[in-house]
């Protein structure tokens, strides 16, 4: 069940991630995003273990992003670089997590 709420909420978070908004914003966004798959992996219970690594890479990209937008490891001008790079590694764990033919019909979809 773990694979299906990561690609959900990968679904719905990847509408506020935009490199036009606020640094702060998107960073808040971001956090979120951590903290639900926190919450997922906080779960007891058998998980594929794909889908624990789908939840754990999630979980790490976004760290990743927030400690460099909050602790003053950011260069002038590489938001819009570090917001689009995000969201190609999460559509990627995305596209992993779902069937090929749902795939077609999300890309559709965005």
């Known amino acids: 069940m773990l694979g299906p709420l ?31 798959m926190a919450d997922l992996l906080a779960v007891d219970g058998p998980q594929a273990a794909a889908s624990l690594e789908a939840a754990n890479r999630v979980l790490d990209e976004c760290c990743m992003f927030v400690e460099r ?31 090929d033919t749902d795939l077609d019909v999300t890309r559709m979809a965005s």
């Open 6 to 36: 990561v690609w959900v909420h990968l679904v719905m978070y990847r509408p506020v991630l935009l490199p036009d908004r606020a640094v702060d914003d998107v960073v808040r966004d971001v956090e979120e995003l951590a903290g639900h």
């Open 69 to 99: 937008w909050t602790l003053g490891q950011q260069r002038p001008g590489t938001f819009r670089g570090d917001v689009l790079r995000l969201r190609m590694r999460l559509d990627t764990i995305a596209a992993r997590l779902v069937p």
